[in-house]
């Protein structure tokens, strides 16, 4: 509650990040949200997050990691309250606690729903260098999106948006160029910028660094990480790049076809993993100096419009045993704050 | 003797910027050379820093992107000298591009499949309904798709993933022996990235495809090369055997990369890496420049 | 389609009224195809009537119904709009795309030509056509004349449109899929301009109904084929206000102000709903 977030606290290392889970920012449960579409009469249904429940706490950068088409981008844009049809959400709820404001974000008005977004939420979307204004200079992107936030003269506007593109590698001369004129990296750079430069209080990022060469990469972390100590503020992060979650997050989730399969603090997740498909994701990192063939998942990734039964992950799943088959397996605590989908890993045989 | 597969020679790429008052050049590729072999097909790979010009460089292989200075050589042709569209046509068919962002890639208005039809019927010459949908499922297949999960898709109806195999499925149409390749696997996932980078290897090694491979991932560009470029500010800063220069860099900023890459094996550790990693690397980019 | 008009008639005023305006406008064209007397037989009913039945709009000092001499008239002069607007948006679309796809030296050639054709002083040019064509002068010679002055300034939206477009990697795939550069402009890159396109043609309809409203009452047009412009010409011939015939002049102007109100109105909603940009959030792109 109120004390507790004024409460003076050690700078956030390992032990401060703990606690963060009392006080959550983000509360999401039951959380289902399916694609319906209907061409010439076929009705499909991707379900494509399909009962997700998770919180993120204060002051906590909470990573997502998971197959290509897994649901991570459809989570967030959900979260985000992006959604539009054919996604509609079917049940589950998505509630905000800023600072002892709380907005259900299915549940409000439109209007407050914008006002949270343009206040407390950032929301960094996936392949996002194309949002940029293609016919309008970069500055005039920074005028438009933060200058009202910012709530400063022009010049001293102008300062600020400086600072913070040199704090990203960027020189200030991307200001006066063309989206088109820039490279990749430089524009996704950009977009980041665009989405801290007002400090939100909750960032959402959904691979926001996949056009970067490492150090620039490690630089831009560098300054998320910065901005979020600042304000304590709470990012979720999305993105293939296990050593990024390695070195950023406090906690990890992991999913699979639509599900969380797997949740717990970064370090549990990378050195204990229990469910069979993060033991595979990790045990597959790519690393400088591997030379042998190295194979993908065998199978192919499910098929979302028609998942399989039971543990959506049994056909590609080396230890499936019957009930696999049958049952969705329910997501049970481990240990605690490591909660896992798997029977297998109930009885303590993934390992 | 065969001319070699592709020849590099001095190109540089200069472009202004800027507005009317404040025009400045910048020169975003600057005197780089190499040649690929038309015998043994390799996979080329350059590595750099962001705006370093590694896309310009590719884009001037494609020729969509004229160099400023230096010549360009695909089995012997000037690439400067092909006016013709059926000369353009003979090219596009030994040249194939796979891009950096694949939710760009396909026309957010259009059907996907629908690329995947044109290409074949005008890049492979094929005619009817049938072969031209076998030959788009076939190429589907070997990324791991098939052709009734997409048929009458638009890109934002599949993940970044999807769309980036697609992609590639349709670069593989033409039979090409060379395909430029801008960060292919940035978007997609580790395990996934294994695949696709294997499948890039057996491009090479089965249908005897050269693979120009533009990356941010060292481990995968270790795991693949075989020679690799270093390039920074436009310049090439270091290059050779890949496994060579990746296990034991020379240049400055070549060590100051391989350093930089994260460790899995830090997690936990509050991002400690993060910061003290770019400390060092501002030092050194001062020294640098 | 059929959905989105039913939408907008329903929560958008401007468009409902727009399109009941266009509507009666468009009826009263359509009347002329029934009409008992041919638009330039002169002295049919007796001259000068007021408003009375059957003459419902009053008649003429030539002996004409104003009001079935009306529905002739309205229909030529939509006609010209619809015509000019088509013709125009052709030449623009075609010059935009082409210079902005193209670039280089093909870009600026066709933009100094834009230029040109933008600083120009239309009315004064189409008075001296006027001139050089004298009794050559007829309605589709008119409408070419427009046509020609009218593209410029969309066809340097359009271009700056193409320009981007070209950048976008999804072009460069069509090229290497072997599509050539008019599929790649029709088909790739038209359904992005598309709706500026529809959003000015409505203007530019407005536009040369206007111009040629104006140049007909000064009598710089084929006076033979009647348009309201040219019904208000005879009218001043005859001096009708003068005379007391208000009915010849009030009628043609009232029709006219009715079809430039809808097609504004038009104009306005659909340029809010069709922004090519909320399209694009829209199908996701
Ligand atoms: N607009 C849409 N209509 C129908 N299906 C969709 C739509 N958008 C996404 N999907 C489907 O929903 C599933 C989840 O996609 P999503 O983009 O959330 O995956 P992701 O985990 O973010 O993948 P990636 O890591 O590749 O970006 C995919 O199977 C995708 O094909
Ligand atoms: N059309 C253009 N006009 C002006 N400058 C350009 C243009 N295209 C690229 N540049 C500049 O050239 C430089 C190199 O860009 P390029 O896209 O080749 O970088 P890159 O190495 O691919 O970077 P990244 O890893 O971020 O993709 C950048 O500084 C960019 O701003
Ligand atoms: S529940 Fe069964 S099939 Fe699913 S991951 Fe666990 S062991 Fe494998
Ligand atoms: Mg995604
Ligand atoms: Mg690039």
Redo the contacts with the bound molecule.
């Keep these: 509650m109120a004390p507790a977030t004024a409460a003076p606290r050690a700078p956030a290392k390992e032990n401060g990040k703990a606690e963060a889970t009392i006080e959550p920012v983000l509360v999401v449960s039951g959380l289902r949200a399916y ?1 319906q ?1 209907s061409s010439f009469g076929v009705e ?1 249904e ?1 379900r ?2 399909d009962d997700i429940s998770f919180h993120v706490g204060a002051n906590e950068i909470y990573g997502l990691a ?10 967030i ?1 959900t979260v985000a309250g992006a959604i539009r049809p ?2 509609r959400v079917l049940s589950g709820s998505v509630v905000f606690d800023f600072r002892g404001r709380r907005v259900s974000v299915y549940d409000s008005d439109p209007q407050v729903m914008d006002e949270i977004r343009w206040k407390h939420l950032s929301y960094i979307m ?1 392949g996002s260098m194309n949002v940029l204004n293609p016919v309008r200079r970069v500055r005039h992107s920074f005028v438009d999106f933060a200058f009202r936030h910012i709530g400063r003269k022009m010049p001293e506007f102008m300062d600020i948006v400086r600072t913070h593109l040199q704090r990203l590698h960027l020189t200030p001369a991307v200001l006066d160029a063309y989206p088109h004129q820039l490279s990749g990296g430089m524009r996704q750079r950009v977009t980041i910028a665009l989405a801290t430069v007002c400090r939100p209080e909750f960032i959402i990022a ?2 926001p660094t996949t056009a970067l060469d490492v150090i620039v990469q490690n630089g831009v972390l560098a300054m998320l990480r910065d901005v979020q100590r600042e304000i304590r503020s709470s990012i979720i992060f ?1 993105t ?1 790049d296990m050593a990024v979650h390695a070195n950023l997050c406090d906690r990890l989730g992991i ?1 699979y076809a ?1 599900r969380l399969v797997e949740e717990g603090r970064t370090a549990d997740v990378f050195k204990a993993p229990k469910h069979p498909y993060t033991a595979h994701l990790i045990a597959s990192l790519p690393r400088i100096g591997y030379v042998a063939a190295r194979k993908g998942l065998e199978g192919t990734p499910p ?3 028609d998942p399989p039964s039971g543990c959506r992950f049994h056909p590609r799943c080396p230890l499936a045993a019957d009930i696999c088959r049958r049952q969705a397996p329910p997501m049970t605590w481990s240990s605690p704050g490591h909660r896992v989908a798997c029977f297998a890993a109930a009885t303590g045989s993934a390992q | 003797m065969t001319p070699p597969l592709l020849e590099v020679r001095e190109v540089v790429k200069a472009y202004s910027m800027g507005s009317v008052l404040s025009r400045h050049r910048i020169r975003a590729v600057e005197g780089v050379s190499f040649t690929m072999k038309a015998e043994r097909p390799e996979i080329f790979t350059i590595i750099g820093e962001s705006g370093s010009g590694k896309t310009t460089l590719a884009r001037m292989i494609l020729n969509t992107v004229s160099p400023t200075a230096g010549t360009i050589r695909f089995r012997g042709t000037d690439l400067s000298k092909i006016w013709r569209g059926r000369d353009r046509l003979a090219f596009m068919r030994g040249v194939q591009p796979i891009f950096q962002n694949p939710f760009d890639a396909f026309n957010p208005l259009k059907q996907i499949d629908r690329y995947l039809f044109t290409t074949a019927r005008r890049m492979a010459g094929l005619r009817t309904v049938k072969e031209i949908e076998d030959r788009a499922d076939q190429a589907l297949k070997k990324v791991g798709l098939s052709l009734v999960e997409i048929r009458g ?2 890109p ?8 980036q195999r697609i992609a590639i499925a349709r670069a593989l149409i033409s039979t090409p022996a060379l395909i430029v390749a801008d960060e292919p696997v940035s ?3 580790a395990s996934l990235r294994m695949s696709i980078v294997n499948l890039l290897r057996n491009l090479r090694d089965e249908m005897g495809v050269s693979i120009i491979y533009i990356t941010h991932d060292l481990a995968t560009a270790y795991y693949i090369s075989d020679r690799i470029i270093i390039m920074r500010k436009g310049r090439v800063v270091e290059g050779g055997d890949a496994r060579a220069v990746l296990d034991n860099p020379q240049h400055p900023y070549s060590i100051q990369l391989k350093q930089a890459v994260l460790s899995p094996d830090a997690a936990g550790s509050g991002g400690a890496l993060l910061s003290a990693g770019l400390v060092e690397s501002q030092a050194e980019l001062g020294e640098l420049t | 389609m059929s959905r989105v008009l039913r939408d907008l008639f329903r929560y958008n005023r401007e468009f409902a009224i727009g399109i009941v305006l266009l509507a009666f406008v468009l009826l009263i064209s359509a009347a002329s195809f029934v009409s008992p007397y041919p638009p330039n037989d002169s002295f049919v009913v007796p001259p000068d009537l007021p408003p009375s039945w059957p003459y419902i709009l009053g008649t003429t000092s030539r002996g004409q119904d104003v009001f079935w001499l009306l529905t002739f008239a309205i229909r030529n002069t939509l006609l010209f709009g619809f015509t000019v607007a088509l013709l125009s948006r052709i030449l623009s679309l075609v010059i935009g795309l082409v210079a902005g796809y193209a670039g280089g030296l093909v870009d600026r050639v066709l933009m100094s030509i834009n230029d040109t054709f933008i600083v120009i002083p239309l009315f004064p040019i189409l008075v001296l056509f006027y001139f050089v064509m004298r009794d050559r002068m007829s309605w589709a010679l008119l409408a070419l004349a427009m046509s020609c002055l009218g593209w410029a300034y969309d066809a340097r939206l359009i271009r700056s449109v193409a320009m981007s477009l070209r950048t976008r990697e999804f072009t460069e795939t069509s090229i290497f899929s072997g599509m050539s550069m008019r599929q790649i402009l029709v088909e790739e890159h038209l359904p992005y301009v598309l709706p500026i396109v529809f959003s000015t043609t409505m203007n530019n309809i407005n536009w040369s109904i206007g111009l040629e409203v104006t140049l007909s009452v000064l009598g710089f047009t084929d006076i033979n084929t009647p348009t309201i412009g040219v019904l208000i010409y005879w009218a001043n011939q005859h001096t009708a206000l003068v005379a007391g015939v208000w009915w010849w002049i009030l009628f043609p102007v009232m029709l006219v102000i009715i079809t430039f109100v809808g097609l504004f109105l038009l104009a306005v909603s659909m340029n809010e709903y069709i922004d090519p940009r909320s399209r694009l959030s829209r199908v ?1 792109g």
């Design positions: 694609f579409t499909r991707v494509a997050v998971g197959e290509s088409s897994s649901g991570k981008t459809t989570l844009k054919p996604l996936q959904d691979e999305v293939h999913m639509g098929n979302l419009a | 898709r638009f934002h109806e599949l993940s970044g993933g999807q769309l978007m997609i996932d | 996701g």
